[in-house]
């Protein structure tokens, strides 16, 4: 974990997202919280990791989600190198 991030804003806005209980919910909440870009940008990088998972191209990657190679590139520096964040999720979506 970057202690950086670690501060009492981003733990309240943890809680914040933990007591959600529906799709519906998330949809309610980041559409407050984020701009419609904001949230598509997320959606987009988990996308991306996603299909690195999947053995996709950086070609076939971009061209289908619309993301840059230079998000790609980022993207799969953290599924290499970073917390483990994004294979915790996918570990659980598979269950």
Do not use: W
Not at 43 to 64: D, H
């Amino acid at each position: 974990m970057n202690k950086k991030l670690k501060t009492d804003a981003v733990d309240h806005l943890f809680d914040a997202i933990l007591s959600l209980e529906t799709k519906e919910e998330c949809y309610d909440f980041f559409e407050d919280l984020c701009t419609v870009n904001e949230l598509l940008s997320l959606s987009q990088r988990f996308e991306v990791a996603s299909m690195l998972r999947s053995r996709k191209t950086y070609l076939e990657i971009a061209e289908k989600t619309g993301a840059s190679t230079a998000t790609i590139s980022r993207v799969n520096r953290s599924l290499s190198y970073g917390n483990d964040g994004y294979q915790l999720v996918f570990e659980r979506l598979n269950k």
